[in-house]
């Protein structure tokens, strides 16, 4: 933790034990503070912190209890999305990317990312100590599912947003996100809260929480409860995502195709109950009906959770404690998707359910072939046919977590003491709702092999591979039955009874992990130098990690179904580690104004083996008003639990011919293919590594201003994930299989078409290569005093992003994301606090800089722009405003209004969304009224 309670102070802590510098020593003794006032000032975090102190060697950052209830924040994740150094790229999420779809991140769940550099890269910890990860992946990435912690626990956050391996965890590669609950509460705190957006659509959001602590002569206990719920928001709530730039030319009226006869698509048209006519349309393979997958598609789902969390702390005697915390979280919640696509699902020509139309513009579509005849000259041959079903993608999640710490702390002689076991515990459950239908049951009810007790017939052989059919003969009438037909006509709304039974699937899934670790901190006064008192600490932990992620049989691909459920998969994963550390840290002042702080921590991984550590921080003060920093560390991340355990993941990814045209015959201005591709684990993957360093200043002209610039740089080696592109390139390259065939399940390379076009590919986790990431971060605060206007309080947070360059190998150019698609450069956060008598009140803005589009080639097409057109995406600022009155008994009532001015969050061409729901937020003006009362 991080500790600021006597405007003296300057700690820094060591797995929750506060190390002072020496200098604060100094002043303290000049002031004559007793040891144990020392004591109270370092360990106890007082509610009434403004900020953290910013004279450390390393930057650090805080949101405070005021900050939290300003916000409005229902979740940790919305809590922090305030912070500059969490935004861009796509490593911070919550809900509003959630669905049930590979591409999307888990359903109800948020991680948070630092500097971009994804959750895997971030340590979230709670009270100093980690969780257990999500027992559902964020693909193959772990991370700590924030939104587990109920909100009104929150006692404050502390971010260290640069390298803290050397004493926290070698995998702090990006830093720690520290989340501090709340304690040591005297008496009874009810909180109720509701609010919904302007517009005439239920956003609403509901909240209620209690707490209740009592204090003995010797002990604290603090219970709170912690219960919420919230409506669901669709893209179709909005008018700038209600339609989509570009629909889907796949429509839940398919186009046919026998591939042979007909040159150009069919559908069946609207006079005889088929596509309307302002969703038809004429593309280069023929006739097709569109679907705008933005009527379906969620932004937040329903979600209900309920929390509770409980601390206690036992004086056994004046030196020595027994502390224990307590925290459950469940909720339930959905994920709502856009209908699957079936590419080319075979239809058996004889079925009878035909529309007349239909068969008729079969027939006139191969009239052009000489040597065709009439519609019979199909039978004996599939249709094929590309399309969507009728019902979105949806899934139910039901997830429940647990965490408990125990331990003793206490004094010996002139240090202090920690000792603590940790038990986490994490449980998932997905359920299918709708939409998630099984390929193998759809294509023999759209061949007749389906009889209506549920007999299969080999009428036709199915090839799940190549989406083929071959066609034996017979039928259920043959043997005296009735066939099962699915009905691709009609808006396939009117199936025959049984039909729904049988390709119908809820494909659950299960998830669990698990945490236990013991650690033990000592840390104090080690020896003097020079006349000056050097201090230490010293720890070690154990820590074993489980995951065991398993989707059901009907969800899991094979070389002979490697599509069992029609766009749709779920993350796999099996995996334990043990952990080993030993850490130490000390702080030595070398002059009056110049101190050092030296660490390292030695991690052993029972499979990525060991490695040491070091950082080395300093901090200079030349003027009373003026402190210079600098740090510099290394890190070492073995793969996550879901990388290194990872199975096949379903996916889907659209070619680009722009950054790849060799996947496209070498034709960039193409439209490349929208692949249902699969992500492979990797044995052989290595732990990544990163060197980070920064310096800055902090100025204090008056002592009412602080003023802090610091610049970062992290370079990264080794970096964990899936780059497409490159991979497409190293295949090209002979690296790995290119080849005309059906790639079999699990095997790594590309398929191409006899056009030259990638039509399938199979991408590994693999190390990435290098990536240097480097920016820097300003803050400013005054405080001003009125005599007949009250006090104000002035922030001022900015992140600029310098550089974030990508080489993901030798076949790759440098990818210079910095002011690109999601990265923007400047990121925002400033705020004027208003307090006078028994009102309170803040007026905020949000400012997210403009950065480059990435719109795809379809929908270049569709706007008529061209490969050379470069799309920017507008700059975004939104005001945010928090009025507060106090009331009798410590009581208050508090109006937060989000968006202010209803700004609408600019049009983004990159996303299907039309909205770039990491960085910008299509809700709108929301209203929230919050009453508390204290008992």
């Known amino acids: 933790m991080f500790y600021k309670k006597h405007p003296l102070a300057r700690a820094v802590a060591l797995s929750g034990i506060a190390l002072s ?55 940790a994740a919305e809590i922090l999305r305030d912070l500059t150094q ?158 989509s730039v570009r629909p889907s030319q796949q429509g839940i009226y398919p186009s046919f195709n026998d591939l042979f006869f007909n040159f150009y698509d069919v559908i069946q048209k609207q006079a005889d109950g088929g596509c309307p006519v302002d969703q038809a349309g004429f593309s280069g393979f023929g006739e097709y009906c569109e679907l705008d997958a933005n009527q379906f598609a969620s932004i ?21 404690s027994l502390f224990t915390e307590l925290m459950y979280q469940t909720y339930k919640t959905q994920g709502v998707s856009s209908p699957a696509k079936f590419n080319g699902a075979p239809v058996d020509p004889e079925s009878p359910l035909w ?122 009438e043959d043997l005296g039955k009735s066939t099962l037909w699915y009905d691709p006509f009609n808006g396939q709304t009117e199936q025959m009874q049984g039909v729904r039974e049988l390709i119908e699937t809820q494909a659950s899934r299960e998830g669990e992990s698990s ?26 932990e154990f820590r074993r990690e489980e995951v ?12 002979d179904n490697p599509e069992p459920i029609l766009g749709f998969s779920s993350t796999g994963a099996d995996y334990e580690r043990d952990q080993f550390a030993l850490f130490g840290e000390m702080f030595i002042p070398l002059s009056e104004n110049f101190e050092l702080q030296l660490a390292a921590r030695y991690d052993d991984y029972d499979d990525f083996g060991s490695d040491i550590n070091p950082k080395i921080g300093f901090r200079y003060q030349p003027i009373e008003a003026l402190i210079l920093r600098g740090n510099w560390s290394t890190s070492f991340r073995a793969p996550s639990l879901a990388q290194a355990g990872a199975s096949t993941l379903l996916s889907s990814y659209s070619i680009d011919c722009l950054d790849t045209p060799i996947a496209c015959n070498g034709d960039s201005s193409a439209d490349g293919a929208s692949l249902l591709s699969e992500d492979l684990g990797n044995p052989d993957l290595e732990p990544e590594e990163a060197t980070t360093w920064g310096f800055g200043f902090v100025f204090k002209p008056t ?77 400013y605060t005054q405080y001003i005093d009125t005599n007949n206007l009250g006090s104000f309080t002035i922030k001022f947070d900015a992140t600029y992003l310098d550089e974030f360059d990508r080489d993901s190998s030798d076949f790759s150019e440098i990818e210079s994301l910095a002011g690109d698609y999601k990265y923007p450069r400047w990121l925002v956060n400033a705020k004027v606090r208003w307090r006078y008598d028994s009102w309170r009140a803040s007026l905020s803005a949000n400012y997210t800089h403009d950065y480059q589009d990435d719109p795809s080639n379809q929908v270049r097409d569709a706007l008529g722009l061209g490969d050379d057109d470069e799309v920017d995406v507008s700059s975004w600022t939104v005001w945010d405003l928090s009025l507060s009155y106090d009331l009798p008994s410590e009581s208050y009532v508090t109006l937060k209004v989000d968006n202010l001015f209803d700004r609408e969050p600019p049009l983004v061409l990159g996303t299907g969304a039309n909205v770039d729901h990491t960085n910008h937020s299509s809700m709108g003006r929301f209203v929230t009224l919050n009453y508390t009362h204290v008992f």
């Open 515 to 540: 945490v236990w670790s013991l650690d033990a901190v000592i840390s104090g006064q080690l020896f003097s130098l020079q006349g000056r008192d050097v201090y230490g600490a010293l720890g070690a």
């Open 86 to 243: 969490t935004g861009g790229g796509s490593g911070t999420f919550s809900t509003s990317t959630g669905g049930p779809l590979s591409g999307q991140t888990p359903v109800g769940a948020g991680g948070v990312s630092l500097r971009g550099l994804g959750t895997a890269s971030t340590l979230t910890l709670v009270n100093g100590r980690r969780m257990s990860v999500s027992s559902f992946a964020n693909g193959t990435e772990s991370f700590i599912d924030v939104n587990s912690i109920p909100s009104a626990a929150i006692e404050r956050v502390e971010v260290l947003p640069s390298g803290a391996s050397a004493t926290y965890g070698a995998d702090a590669v990006a830093g720690v996100v520290n989340i501090i609950l709340r304690e040591d509460f005297e008496g009874s705190e009810l909180s109720i809260s509701g609010g919904n957006s302007a517009e005439s659509t239920d956003e609403g959001r509901y909240n209620l929480n209690w707490v209740w602590g009592g204090n003995t002569e010797n002990s604290n206990t603090m219970v709170l409860v912690d219960y919420y719920s919230r409506s669901g928001f669709y893209d179709r709530d909005r008018s700038i995502s209600e339609n």
């Open 300 to 320: 937040d789902d329903e979600y209900e959770s309920l929390g509770v969390v409980a601390t206690h702390e036992w004086d056994i005697s004046d030196r020595l």
């Open 355 to 476: 529309p007349a139309s239909v068969i008729a513009d079969m027939e006139t579509e191969g009239s052009f072939n000489e040597d065709f005849g009439q519609f019979s000259d199909y039978f004996g041959f599939p249709i094929f046919a590309w399309g969507a079903l009728p019902e979105p993608r949806a899934v139910e999640v039901e997830s429940e977590s647990f965490r408990l710490v125990t331990g003793f702390k206490g004094q010996w002689d002139r240090f202090d003491w920690e000792l603590a076991a940790t038990y986490g515990r994490s449980e998932s459950e997905q359920r299918g709702l709708s939409g998630l239908v099984k390929k193998a049951e759809l294509y023999d009810a759209l061949l007749g092999n389906i009889c209506d007790d549920g007999t299969r017939i080999d009428r036709w052989e199915v090839d799940l591979v190549d989406d083929g059919a071959s066609y034996n003969g017979g039928s259920c």
């Open 703 to 779: 002592e009412d201003i602080d003023v802090s610039v610091d610049y970062w740089n992290i370079e990264h080696e080794n970096l964990i994930g899936i780059d497409e592109d490159d991979f497409i390139r190293k295949a090209f390259a002979g690296e790995y299989a290119v080849t005309t065939e059906s790639l079999p399940t699990g095997q790594p390379g590309l398929q191409v078409n006899p056009g030259g076009f990638v039509v399938d590919a199979h991408f590994p986790l693999a190390n990435l290569g290098e990536q240097t990431t480097s920016g820097v971060d300003f803050a």
């Open 548 to 559: 065991e992620d398993t989707p059901s049989a009907d969800a899991t691909a094979t070389s």
């Open 21 to 75: 510098s020496t200098t604060f020593l100094a002043q303290a003794a000049d002031q004559q503070l007793t040891e144990n006032d020392l004591l109270e000032e370092i360990v106890i975090t007082g509610t009434h912190i403004k900020g953290l102190d910013m004279d450390g060697a390393m930057q650090a950052v805080q949101l405070d209890r005021e900050d939290i209830a300003e916000s409005g924040a229902a979740s």
